[in-house]
């Protein structure tokens, strides 16, 4: 018994430790809207919008691109994207996005930056919608 609560407690410790890890890499953090915006104005990137089509024309930040995450060519698409690029990733409130940021990263996407509480936060702040 007491074993397998120290098994148990180690597991715990590596998998926080490893989550607080993933959070703390810069190469992949995740932004609140306005450091999203910061951020994604001072570099080469590529602006993705992982919403439906219908979403995405109804207003989307400037310059993105849609693939949408619920499509059935999400993976074929993203693997036109160039894998050293940075990412900025986002959805309607971050769900998406953050599953999305997940599977790229399996693909092999090296920098993924998601925004934290989506296009809606987005407009909160009053960040400017195309």
């Not at 306005?34 to 439906?52: P, S």
């Not at 409130?93 to 790229?104: L, N």
Request: aromatic share 10%; glycine share 6%.
């Amino acid at each position: 018994m007491k074993m397998s609560f120290l098994f148990v407690l180690a597991i715990t410790l590596q998998l926080f430790t490893g989550c607080a890890e993933a959070q703390n890499n810069p190469e992949n953090a995740d932004y609140n809207p306005k450091e999203f915006n910061a951020q994604m104005q001072k570099q080469d990137c590529i602006i993705l919008d992982v919403r439906t089509p219908q979403e995405f024309n109804a207003g989307h930040v400037k310059g993105a691109v849609n693939i949408d995450w619920n499509g059935s060519d999400f993976q074929t698409s993203i693997e036109k994207l160039d894998k050293n690029k940075k990412i900025f990733i986002y959805c309607a409130v971050g769900g998406r996005s953050a599953k999305a940021k997940t599977a790229m990263q399996k693909a092999g996407f090296k920098q993924v930056h998601n925004m934290l509480g989506g296009i809606e936060a987005w407009k909160k702040d009053a960040l400017p919608v195309e």
